[in-house]
């Protein structure tokens, strides 16, 4: 090869040689400026709270007293003396039978107590006179005797008759069918015309007592257990009165008061669930029969306990809550923790971080790697809501909490 031609080449491999170098020290002054930008973080600082433990729990709505309209005589309705959904008192009229054959069975037994007592004092008056002619003899003892008998049957005709009486008087006024609670009456049944009788197996309508209601809550019975535990080891504190909060499916209050009445003795045993009836005034008839509601109890309160912002918790492909925690030396380090029940945007920690550990709650993306500088701000909770307040989610029988808040995979009440 010329001489020419070998230094040209040697000069294209020099040239490469030398851009190759630059650049890979480009590339590391690169990296290093990237390893020690600060990644911008805004931070919790874990603090000890006493908090109140509601457990939100599902429940259906039942009504406090519920009449069956049916009639107590047979007959042909002929006036229906109610509109259809309206509030109705004890003792209304609700519906009109025919009450004819009844007016005359109350007519004939009024002949008969008539008759009977008219018998009675025609005997009364022969036994008076025979009493006289006894002791002259004029008539036989036997004779006397006979008069009296008749005179007591006669006297227990016109007990029976009056009793007779007092029956049919008692069908007439049922002819007249009245609301036996108060309450709101639903749909109408039967109608005009309809032939009623005491044996129907179908009510005429139905009364719901409204201005109160009992909402039985449903809880599974491991829940139940962890709660009785909890509260016998100390972790929790008993209160003296549950207070009782009522919300539909979408966290809505309702203005509602309510108080426990009861936990059921026994446990279903297709669901596994212990009954806890609430018995809730309803004065504006928010709460209906059938509903799907919440019931937030609040039985216990849990001293000391550690809070963390929602968004501060992350998990691993496993599912593993984890924290990342702020470090002495102004770096992040990840931490698994063990969750407790959330409460509108605040995660209880049962373990894995102390009070007064900072945790980050913003920011995680911008931590590109292990021992990466931070800028740290303090984080503003967007709720203005005490979280003194604890509440539980219940995964429970609830099919209507899809796209709410994650369910607690800790340790549940």
């Given at each position: 090869m010329p001489k020419p031609y070998f230094f040209i080449i040697l000069l294209f491999v020099l040239s490469g040689s030398a851009l190759t170098g630059c650049n890979r020290s480009g590339n590391?002054?690169?990296?290093q400026a990237q390893q020690v930008a600060p990644a911008k973080v805004s931070i919790y600082t874990v603090q000890q709270q006493n908090i109140h433990l509601i457990e939100n729990l599902p429940a259906r709505v039942q009504a406090f007293r519920?009449?069956?309209?049916?009639?107590?005589?047979?007959?042909i309705i002929e006036k229906v003396l109610f509109t259809q959904g309206s509030e109705v008192k004890a003792g209304q009229p609700l519906f009109k039978i025919n009450s004819e054959m009844l007016q005359a069975d109350v007519?004939?037994?009024l002949a008969l107590l008539a008759k009977a007592q008219a018998e009675v004092v025609?005997?009364?008056?022969?036994?008076e006179r025979y009493r006289q002619l006894l002791p002259s003899n004029a008539i036989s003892k036997q004779e006397f005797n006979n008069t009296e008998a008749a005179y007591q049957q006669a006297l227990?005709?016109?007990a029976q008759t009056?009793?007779?009486?007092?029956?049919?008087?008692?069908?007439?006024?049922y002819a007249t069918v009245r609301a036996p609670i108060s309450g709101q009456i639903g749909k109408l049944l039967v109608t005009e015309g309809a032939l009623v009788s005491t044996s129907d197996t179908n009510p005429m309508a139905l009364v719901h007592q409204l201005d109160k209601v009992y909402v039985d809550v449903k809880q599974s019975i491991s829940e139940y257990e962890q709660l009785q535990d909890r509260l016998n080891d100390g972790s929790l504190l008993q209160r003296g009165g549950a207070d009782v909060s009522i919300s539909n499916s979408q966290g809505k209050l309702y203005p509602v008061t309510g108080k426990i009445l009861f936990s059921d003795t026994s446990v279903d045993p297709n669901t596994g669930d212990v009954t806890i009836r609430v018995e809730v005034n309803n004065p504006q008839r928010k709460l209906l029969p059938g509903m799907y509601v919440r019931v937030g109890l609040n039985r216990a309160s849990q001293p000391n306990a550690l809070l963390v912002p929602e968004q501060a918790v992350q998990r691993d492909i496993s599912g593993q809550a984890q924290l990342m925690i702020v470090k002495a030396n102004q770096t992040a380090e990840t931490r698994p923790v063990s969750l407790g029940q959330l409460y509108k945007g605040f995660y209880v920690v049962n373990s894995g971080i102390k009070a007064g550990e900072k945790v980050i709650v913003e920011g995680h993306d911008r931590i590109q790697q292990p021992e990466q500088p931070l800028k740290i701000t303090q984080w503003k909770s967007q709720y203005t809501t005490d979280v003194g307040t604890l509440q539980t989610q219940n995964k429970g029988s609830d099919q209507s909490t899809a796209g709410q808040s994650s369910p607690n995979t800790g340790e549940k009440l």
């Amino acid at each position: 090869m010329p001489k020419p031609y070998f230094f040209i080449i040697l000069l294209f491999v020099l040239s490469g040689s030398a851009l190759t170098g630059c650049n890979r020290s480009g590339n590391t002054e690169a990296e290093q400026a990237q390893q020690v930008a600060p990644a911008k973080v805004s931070i919790y600082t874990v603090q000890q709270q006493n908090i109140h433990l509601i457990e939100n729990l599902p429940a259906r709505v039942q009504a406090f007293r519920i009449s069956e309209i049916r009639p107590q005589v047979g007959g042909i309705i002929e006036k229906v003396l109610f509109t259809q959904g309206s509030e109705v008192k004890a003792g209304q009229p609700l519906f009109k039978i025919n009450s004819e054959m009844l007016q005359a069975d109350v007519n004939s037994n009024l002949a008969l107590l008539a008759k009977a007592q008219a018998e009675v004092v025609r005997l009364k008056t022969q036994q008076e006179r025979y009493r006289q002619l006894l002791p002259s003899n004029a008539i036989s003892k036997q004779e006397f005797n006979n008069t009296e008998a008749a005179y007591q049957q006669a006297l227990a005709e016109v007990a029976q008759t009056k009793a007779a009486l007092a029956r049919q008087n008692l069908n007439l006024r049922y002819a007249t069918v009245r609301a036996p609670i108060s309450g709101q009456i639903g749909k109408l049944l039967v109608t005009e015309g309809a032939l009623v009788s005491t044996s129907d197996t179908n009510p005429m309508a139905l009364v719901h007592q409204l201005d109160k209601v009992y909402v039985d809550v449903k809880q599974s019975i491991s829940e139940y257990e962890q709660l009785q535990d909890r509260l016998n080891d100390g972790s929790l504190l008993q209160r003296g009165g549950a207070d009782v909060s009522i919300s539909n499916s979408q966290g809505k209050l309702y203005p509602v008061t309510g108080k426990i009445l009861f936990s059921d003795t026994s446990v279903d045993p297709n669901t596994g669930d212990v009954t806890i009836r609430v018995e809730v005034n309803n004065p504006q008839r928010k709460l209906l029969p059938g509903m799907y509601v919440r019931v937030g109890l609040n039985r216990a309160s849990q001293p000391n306990a550690l809070l963390v912002p929602e968004q501060a918790v992350q998990r691993d492909i496993s599912g593993q809550a984890q924290l990342m925690i702020v470090k002495a030396n102004q770096t992040a380090e990840t931490r698994p923790v063990s969750l407790g029940q959330l409460y509108k945007g605040f995660y209880v920690v049962n373990s894995g971080i102390k009070a007064g550990e900072k945790v980050i709650v913003e920011g995680h993306d911008r931590i590109q790697q292990p021992e990466q500088p931070l800028k740290i701000t303090q984080w503003k909770s967007q709720y203005t809501t005490d979280v003194g307040t604890l509440q539980t989610q219940n995964k429970g029988s609830d099919q209507s909490t899809a796209g709410q808040s994650s369910p607690n995979t800790g340790e549940k009440l």
